[in-house]
């Protein structure tokens, strides 16, 4: 099982050729995880060379089929996330021996899921379904189970999340904004996962 630190990087990649100069400003600023969205063309090859980042743990993020798991692995994936719950999806990270956080919105979705064995939930899209208060209140009658809060965070909401015990982690593009790397400014991305680590 993967250890999420509180701050989640979810990364949108244009071009591999970002992926190694990401890597690098995401160590320095002191991230130590990622997750990269399968969503672009870019995005098995940015994952590979991302992979490759000393001190990163890299994960696939929108990983909606089965297939996908395995490529996602394949290119060094230590987790896989998804925007909703498949079993399939929960199977194949099994079978490939890593960590799967399934997307859920509903308490009737968190309870198929912890029925599959799942406790690492990722609440989806966490500030249009009510932010952390939709969180507390889940979280108060699934006391077993972990929330990586994520979709339309921003920094100023950052610290009323983190501070629920049952949230684990808040994922975000905030700090790694698909612009920004496009555009090479790899400092600003670095400052902004540094303002993202202590989050006001
Ligand atoms: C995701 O894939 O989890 C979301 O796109 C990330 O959400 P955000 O871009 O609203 O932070």
């Known amino acids: 099982m993967t250890n999420f630190d509180p701050i989640l ?8 050729a970002s992926a190694e100069m990401l890597g690098a400003a995401l160590v320095a600023a002191g ?3 990622a997750e990269v969205t399968l969503r672009t063309p870019a995005a098995l090859d940015a994952l590979r060379i991302l992979a490759r980042t000393p001190g990163l743990r890299v994960g696939a993020g929108t990983v909606l089929e089965e297939a996908q798991v395995d490529d996602a692995v394949d290119a060094g994936a230590v987790f896989v996330v998804s925007p909703g719950l498949d079993g399939s999806v929960l199977a194949a990270a099994r079978r490939r021996g890593v960590s799967a956080v399934p997307g859920i919105a509903t308490a009737t979705e968190l ?24 969180v507390k209140a889940l979280a ?7 929330f990586i809060a994520t979709g339309g965070i921003g920094p100023q909401r950052a610290r009323e999340y983190l501070v629920l015990p049952s949230v684990i982690a808040i994922g975000g593009s905030w700090m790694v904004p698909q ?22």
């Open 9 to 16: 990087p979810v990364v949108v990649l244009d071009s591999a």
């Open 31 to 33: 991230i130590r995880q």
């Open 111 to 134: 309870m198929r899921a912890r029925t599959l064995g799942v406790r690492t939930v990722k609440f989806f899209p966490a500030e249009p379904l009510g932010g952390p208060g939709a």
């Open 140 to 146: 108060s009658v699934f006391p077993d189970v972990s």
């Open 179 to 200: 612009e920004t790397i496009a555009a090479g400014d790899f400092a600003a991305v670095e400052r902004l996962c540094r303002e993202a680590l202590v989050p006001g």
